[in-house]
């Protein structure tokens, strides 16, 4: 088992709609989880962190986190051709430097 | 300054040469990261300085070496690398549990 798995995708959605990208990890000791946006060719763009169970809202972003579950998604609304490009989650312990990567979901938001 | 910058943006280099790559961040933190990325894979973990010392090495050839020289500035240095090598080579810092921020990158190729 992956500590972190994504589904590779690609994930295709209308302009327009909600895209949902989700993330599970094996590690229960888990405590931050990250989520970067990459486009080709790119370097990683942190866009949200999440700490608690629950949601948080950043704009068009929402990232929600059940650690009962070990379940950890971002929702993407009003998605944009813009928003193409590769989602990955990673999670790390507080007492570590070390960000563990899921593969990535390939997002492809059709116009 | 909330950026990451790494130089070169790309590197050709044949077995036999040694060259450097170099990462500067003014943002103050006091962890910095190497990482590798092969295409469609998510980043590889190579090196972490803490404090401006190494913290973690993850199992890397000796023929990466890694130099702080100070707590804004993160070398790699090169020697006798292999075709697989080439990658992009990624620089991160980090402060807090706030994640990690990526420069651009270095593309490598090894002929």
């Known amino acids: 088992q992956k500590e972190v798995e994504q589904n590779s995708g690609p994930l295709s959605v209308p302009e327009g709609a909600i895209a949902s990208l989700n993330c599970t990890y094996s590690?229960?000791?888990?405590?931050?989880f990250f989520w970067y946006r990459q486009y080709s060719g790119k370097s990683p763009e942190l866009i949200m962190f999440i700490y608690s169970n629950g949601d948080k809202e950043d704009g068009r972003f929402t990232a929600q986190l059940n650690k009962a579950s070990q379940y950890v998604s971002l929702l993407i609304r009003d998605s944009q051709p813009s928003d193409s490009a590769t989602y990955l989650c990673a999670v790390k312990r507080d007492s570590s430097y070390k960000l563990i990567f899921g593969s990535g979901t390939r997002l492809l938001v059709r116009p | 300054d909330t950026e990451v910058t790494q130089t070169p943006k790309h590197l050709v280099m044949g077995m036999t040469n040694k060259k450097s790559l170099k990462c500067e961040q003014h943002?103050?933190?006091?962890?910095m990261y190497w990482y590798k990325q092969k295409a469609k894979k998510p980043p590889e973990l190579m090196f972490v300085?803490?404090?401006?010392?190494?913290?973690i090495n993850e199992s890397v050839p000796s023929r990466f070496s890694p130099e702080c020289p100070n707590s804004s500035l993160l070398n790699l240095h090169l020697h006798a690398l292999q075709p697989e090598d080439s990658a992009l080579y990624l620089c991160a810092s980090s402060q807090s549990e706030r994640g990690q921020f990526f420069g651009p990158g270095t593309r490598l190729t090894v002929l």
């Open positions: 943002m103050g933190h006091r962890a």
């Open positions: 300085y803490s404090y401006e010392k190494l913290s």
């Open positions: 590690d229960r000791g888990s405590q931050s």
